[in-house]
């Protein structure tokens, strides 16, 4: 198993993207916390795992909140001894135009992606440091930690800098043996790229289908979506990669979307 009794921290993950991550890690022996806003739905992952065979646990983190990543790091370390990996998942995604949007969402945009890797890197990033163990931290990108595109100014701007903190995190963990990296999915079905598919119908005016093919996949090369699958595998390498060869880098995974 890749990450035999590995403690991993994934937020964001009692659905989606984090969810799919959170079983993979499993099944290569993690045990992993599904760490969530919404503590009876990461229960509820939790026990879908640990039914399977796996190791789980669910606890309540609101990544913005610096107390609750604390207190919910410190209860990781109490109870199974460290923390390992941390996959900063967690985030959410609003369709606007610059001219009309709020302060207010631009702020909520940057605090879940932006404040919530910082809170939960620097927490996980001690528990590593006093372990001696090191680790690895995975942030979750996006293309458009590369690109831009319409309608999505808070999302591209959080996203292009978790590149730059990932960077920085790579410089300041090394001495400790702490690795980080980003992983930068194309768009994968998701209930959060659900949600976008009328919201930009409705925007660029054009037809729900239309967004899918001439918006979401029409750079790709082979019109598909990246499945969580993708993603979750991509994970598991990243987490799993044993030296500090590999760090401070961004992995597009987007059948093509974007080729560095």
């Known amino acids: 198993m890749l990450l035999n009794q590995k403690v991993a921290v994934i937020t964001g993950s009692a659905s989606g993207i984090g969810k799919e991550i959170a079983f993979e890690y499993a099944r290569e022996g993690a045990r992993v916390v599904i760490a969530d ?36 790091i410190a209860a990781v370390v ?42 939960t890197t620097r927490a996980c990033m001690r528990a590593m440091i006093a372990s001696g163990n090191g680790g690895s931290i995975i942030y979750m ?61 409705k925007q660029f005016g054009i037809s729900e289908a239309d967004v899918i093919k001439n918006v979401m996949l029409k750079d790709t090369v082979d019109g598909e979506f990246t499945t969580t699958a993708d993603v979750a595998r991509t994970a598991t390498f990243l987490a799993s990669f044993p030296t500090n060869a590999l760090t401070g880098q961004s992995i597009v995974v987007s059948h093509g979307w974007f080729m560095q």
Not at 47 to 69: H, L
């Open 37 to 72: 806003l919404a503590l009876d739905a990461a229960r509820a992952t939790a026990d879908e795992i640990n039914k399977t065979g796996g190791t789980a646990m669910g606890i309540a983190m609101d990544v913005t909140s610096e107390e609750q990543v604390d207190q919910g």
């Open 78 to 119: 109490a109870a199974w001894g460290s923390v390992d990996i941390l996959v900063s998942n967690a985030g959410i995604q609003i369709i606007s135009p610059i001219v009309d949007l709020s302060l207010e969402k631009w702020k909520k945009m940057l605090a879940i992606h932006l404040d919530g890797a910082f809170l």
């Open 141 to 201: 990108g996006s293309v458009h930690s590369h690109e831009a595109s319409p309608l999505k100014a808070p999302y591209v701007s959080a996203k292009h800098g978790l590149i730059g903190l990932a960077k920085v995190v790579a410089k300041e963990g090394a001495k400790n043996n702490i690795r980080s990296n980003v992983i930068c999915p194309g768009f994968v079905r998701t209930p959060l790229v659900d949600k976008q598919i009328p919201e930009q119908a």
